[in-house]
């Protein structure tokens, strides 16, 4: 399994940008497919997007695309997630997630964060 450990939330006005991190540990991570999901108050978890071992290929939920980008990088060991034209109801705890394939991430993710708050204010 991957260790997992997000950063970068935070408070940020509607329009807004933020940009989230998650370090990982353990000898798997190179071999994993990453992905972020979030979590609104009295809300499921829901995923939000995923990138493949190498970061050839990504999967983003309708409300992230042309919004939010995932990318990795190998070598640092860390998943990133570019929020831009944030939305109140963006609001959540982000979670970094891996799992094993990137086709089956949404459900199978098997290493979970702690997760970081993001707030969108109007």
């Known amino acids: 399994q991957v260790q997992l450990v997000e950063s970068g939330g935070g408070l940020v006005q509607a329009g807004g940008s933020l940009r989230l991190s998650c370090a990982a540990s353990g000898r798997t991570f190179s071999s994993s497919a990453m992905g972020w999901f979030r979590q609104a108050p009295g809300k499921e978890r829901e995923f939000v997007c995923a990138?493949?071992?190498?970061?050839?290929?990504?999967d983003y939920a309708d409300f992230a695309k042309g919004r939010f980008t995932i990318s990795r990088d190998n070598t640092e060991k860390t998943v990133y997630l570019q929020m831009d034209s944030l939305r109140p109801e963006d609001t959540a705890v982000y979670y970094c997630a891996a799992a094993a394939f990137l086709i089956n991430i949404r459900t199978r993710a098997d290493s979970w964060g702690r997760g970081t708050q993001v707030t969108v204010s109007s």
């Open positions: 990138i493949g071992w190498n970061g050839g290929s990504t």
